[in-house]
């Protein structure tokens, strides 16, 4: 169904499925720059720099993650008032010192600076691309909208990693890995530059018009929707992200703890395969099924939530996502390896776009962006803390009671999501969303 706005902003995947697919591409892209990162740079801190210490090790993920989850809250809330565009042209010019750092550095430390600008890069990319497509489509189609999405982005880490390994067997860590991103940020730069449209009118289009179905009478409807929304203050909104609506404070969590079990992947997995006795190109391969299967199971569990709900897949998924971490220390078998790295994938993907559809469904249009942006300031935290957290218990007991205590953390998120949070979806929840209910929340 055509859903149209001011100005001729009509919202819709099939309306508007040319700038659809260039956010897609776009994501895709940022994918695959930091699928570079996760098979290409564990191993530099030990053979070219002489790293033993797995907690040191690791602290590229911890800044990556600390950047990250800081500017996701700055992105969502400057996207609302500036534009998405502009934003995501900012985070590619983040990227360029990244990967130029790395390929010069001749210290540890100097990987981590770089990784603070790669943090930038992806907070200010990936937030402003996934709230681009959501801003096309409106509330149709919404979960298969952040499916295809995060599907983009996971089978670009994929790629990503799949090329890094390879070009790491072939010609050594440096340079050939950050050549490749680097080119990969340039045409990303350039495709955000030409062809990509700012998409925050639409999202104020669908504002006006919720504004105009809640209106309780006839002159606030005729009002409306020549009014510009109103953005809450920020320290409100993250109170109500974060606490006052529990629902969205189960949600917050479960995108933290989910990076917990992704930072295992990203940072700890090569280290413990290779000493394990897989090869990095075969680590390669493992973490690219690992993200191929999150990445194009994304596309069905988004459209299996449009149908279903939010609440089933985001939980179950959640169990599995344990269930695969799981696997890596319940056996040494290299097959049994592959299918933990293949049920994970499957447990992300029903849970990773989901969170953020819940977010958006909740979330008023008018302030969606900061609502993503502290989320994801939340589950992009996940990257700072959980290296640390795990890095600490790997230091003491060793790699494996690191991704035991992963498998631990991951299935307690699940039981909180079972308690806390409620159905979502717009078609099938029982309830307004909170801040529906208590206004002053979210006042401006």
């Given at each position: 169904m055509k859903?149209?706005?001011?100005?001729?902003?009509?919202?819709?995947?099939?309306?508007?499925?040319?700038?659809?697919?260039i956010f897609t591409a776009i994501t895709l892209l940022i994918g695959v720059t930091i699928g570079v990162e996760r098979v290409a740079l564990p191993p530099l801190a030990?053979?070219?720099?002489?790293?033993?210490?797995?907690?040191?090790?690791?602290?590229?993920?911890?800044?990556?993650?600390?950047?990250?989850?800081?500017?996701?809250?700055?992105?969502?809330?400057l996207s609302d008032?500036?534009?998405?565009?502009?934003?995501?042209?900012?985070?590619?010019?983040?990227?360029?010192?990244?990967?130029v750092l790395i390929i010069v550095a001749t210290a540890w430390w100097q990987v981590i600076v770089a990784n603070l600008f790669l943090g930038v890069n992806q907070a200010l990319t990936w937030t402003m691309s996934v709230t681009a497509k959501i801003d096309l489509v409106g509330p149709t189609n919404r979960g298969l909208a952040v499916g295809i999405d995060e599907s983009a982005g996971y089978v670009g880490v994929?790629?990503?990693?799949?090329?890094?390994?390879l070009l790491v067997s072939a010609d050594g860590l440096r340079p050939s890995p950050y050549l490749l991103a680097l080119g990969v940020v340039v045409l990303g730069a350039l495709v955000t530059a030409g062809p990509a449209r700012e998409t925050l009118p639409f999202a104020h289009a669908e504002a006006r018009e919720q504004a105009a179905r809640l209106a309780p009478t006839l002159d606030e409807q005729a009002a409306s929707p020549a009014s510009r929304p109103a953005v809450p203050h920020l320290r409100r909104l993250a109170a109500y992200m974060s606490?006052?609506?529990?629902?969205?404070?189960?949600?917050?969590?479960?995108g933290l703890l989910n990076k917990f079990?992704?930072?295992?992947?990203a940072a700890f997995f090569p280290l413990y395969l290779v000493r394990r006795g897989m090869g990095l190109a075969e680590v390669g391969l493992l973490v690219g099924v690992y993200a191929w299967v999150w990445g194009l199971g994304q596309v069905a569990a988004g459209a299996l939530a449009d149908r279903l709900g939010r609440k089933l897949p985001?939980?179950?998924?959640?169990?599995?996502?344990?269930?695969?971490?799981?696997?890596?220390?319940?056996?040494?078998?290299h097959p049994v390896w592959f299918g933990g790295a293949a049920l994970m994938g499957i447990g992300m993907a029903l849970a990773y776009p989901n969170l953020i559809t819940a977010v958006g469904d909740t979330a008023d249009p008018a302030w969606r962006g900061g609502a993503l942006g502290v989320y994801r300031l939340w589950r992009d935290g996940?990257?700072?803390?959980?290296?640390?957290?795990?890095?600490?218990?790997?230091?003491?007991?060793?790699?494996?009671a690191a991704i035991w205590a992963g498998v631990g953390l991951v299935g307690a998120s699940g039981l909180v999501l079972l308690v806390w949070l409620t159905e979502t979806d717009p078609k099938r929840r029982r309830q307004p969303p909170a801040w529906q209910q208590h206004p002053e929340w979210v006042a401006p």
């Open positions: 859903r149209s706005g001011a100005a001729g902003h009509r919202l819709g995947l099939r309306e508007n499925l040319w700038q659809f697919s030990r053979h070219a720099f002489g790293i033993t210490s797995v907690l040191y090790t690791v602290s590229f993920i911890s800044a990556f993650g600390l950047v990250k989850s800081a500017m996701n809250l700055v992105a969502g809330r008032r500036r534009g998405r565009k502009a934003i995501l042209l900012v985070g590619w010019a983040f990227a360029l010192p990244y990967a994929g790629l990503g990693g799949l090329a890094a390994g606490w006052r609506d529990r629902s969205m404070l189960a949600v917050c969590q479960a079990a992704d930072s295992l992947v985001i939980t179950s998924g959640t169990f599995l996502m344990a269930a695969g971490l799981a696997l890596f220390v319940a056996t040494s078998a996940g990257y700072a803390i959980g290296p640390l957290v795990l890095g600490g218990i790997a230091a003491a007991g060793g790699i494996g």
